[in-house]
């Protein structure tokens, strides 16, 4: 069985104040050991989440991490040694916004994954199509191309303890969601495809949907066979509805 997750990734929100009481109301909330929460703060304020949530079960992740595992001379980088210093069990790698706005390639990102687990990190991938690539039939390929460029480098038992989130590009901040069943052949795409290496990482591995996730239509899409949980960006600012969404990926 693979445990739920719901994963915030909070992006460049946040001032102290905002932070403070999104930690507030996170600490309230009813969790269960059935689902894992975790949440992905800014860089500076991971410190002070890590102090504000120590009492709950809620778990931590940083939105990025260098090429390069251990701390040294690389300006405005941070580590995976320091994310797991400050508590950090879990990082993205390769979101949409890093690949299209920063043009990280698969070839970093690949890079990033082997750093984060170099030093114990849970990997989230992000893979993804655009707009024009679903216009095009391409969705299959493009996602399958982004994961077989982890696997090519590192092989499929780097799966093993690594998490892969689904974010189709026309998604994500735009309102738009991809309906349960489109985001079912998505997920389903990715674990036969995973299977065609190894059937006890496809088994094992979970698979997030990522792209405009709400209280309100989160059950629907947690409740398909091969999604097993969500990575949300904007609902992911409002701890309640964070909380609904939560709760609705422990109803499947
Ligand atoms: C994201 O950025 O990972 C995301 C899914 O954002 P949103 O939920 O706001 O679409």
């Known amino acids: 069985m693979r445990k739920p997750l719901v994963a915030g990734n909070w992006k460049m929100h946040g001032t102290r104040a905002d932070v403070a009481e999104l930690i507030e109301g996170l600490s309230k909330l009813a969790l269960s050991d059935e689902v894992e929460m975790v949440v992905f703060p ?3 304020f991971i410190d002070r989440v890590e102090v504000g ?3 709950s079960s809620i778990g931590l992740g940083a939105q990025d991490c260098a090429v390069q595992p251990e701390q040294g ?3 405005g980088e941070i580590a995976a040694s320091q994310l797991r210093d400050v508590g950090c069990g879990y990082v993205l790698v390769g979101h949409s916004e890093r690949r299209l706005i920063l043009l990280e390639d ?5 890079k990033k994954f082997a750093s984060a687990q170099k030093m114990g990190i849970v990997p989230v991938l992000c893979v993804g199509e655009t ?3 679903r216009e095009a039939g391409k ?3 493009v996602v399958k191309g982004q994961l077989k460029s982890v696997i090519d480098v590192l092989g499929i038992e780097a799966f093993e303890s690594a998490v892969v ?3 189709p590009v026309w998604a994500i901040g735009t309102g738009l969601t991809a309906t349960p069943d489109e985001a079912q052949a998505v997920h389903q795409e990715l674990r036969q495809f995973i299977r065609s290496y190894s059937n006890v990482v496809a088994d094992k591995v979970r698979l997030l949907y990522g792209g405009s996730v709400k209280g309100g239509n989160a059950a629907e899409l947690f409740g398909m066979p091969d999604i097993d949980g969500g990575l949300v960006g904007g609902a992911s600012l409002n701890a309640n509805e964070f909380g609904v969404i939560y709760h609705a990926a422990g109803s499947k």
């Not at 698969?106 to 690949?110: F, G, L, N």
Request: aromatic fraction near 14%.
């Open 42 to 44: 800014p860089f500076l």
């Open 106 to 110: 698969d070839d970093t990102v690949a």
């Open 131 to 133: 707009r024009e690539q």
């Open 139 to 141: 969705t299959f390929d």
């Open 53 to 55: 949530l120590a009492d």
């Open 73 to 75: 001379a690389l300006t």
């Open 165 to 167: 989130a689904y974010e």
